[in-house]
């Protein structure tokens, strides 16, 4: 996320005799992909620098974990997949 504030304007313009539920919906997913919820749960409190870091950091070895084991299971699988066709010698 970019250290600098950014200002987003979400517009929903009404498309000729659309129902208003669909427009909010429409709204509610440009809210969405601009994270703007997001950021506002973030900024509710001070986060130290540091904090952020560690913060970070953890969740970027975490990822990085799942990564690993998700290309070790396809790994696996593949494996099984080669030695069922060959049968017990």
């Known amino acids: 996320m970019s250290k600098r504030s950014t200002h987003v304007n979400v517009k929903v313009v009404p498309k000729g005799d ?3 539920e669909r427009m909010i919906k429409r ?3 440009k809210v969405k992909k601009e994270r ?3 950021q506002v749960k ?3 409190y001070y986060e130290k620098p540091s904090v952020v870091k560690r913060r970070e950091k953890l969740l ?3 990822r990085q ?3 690993e ?3 070790q299971q396809k790994i ?3 494996e099984r997949l080669n030695n069922k066709g060959r049968g017990n010698k």
């Open 18 to 20: 659309e129902p208003v």
């Open 27 to 29: 709204f509610m997913k």
């Open 36 to 38: 703007i919820v997001e």
């Open 42 to 44: 973030e900024r509710r």
């Open 60 to 62: 970027g070895i975490k």
């Open 65 to 67: 974990k799942k990564r």
């Open 69 to 71: 084991r998700e290309f």
């Open 76 to 78: 696996n699988s593949t």
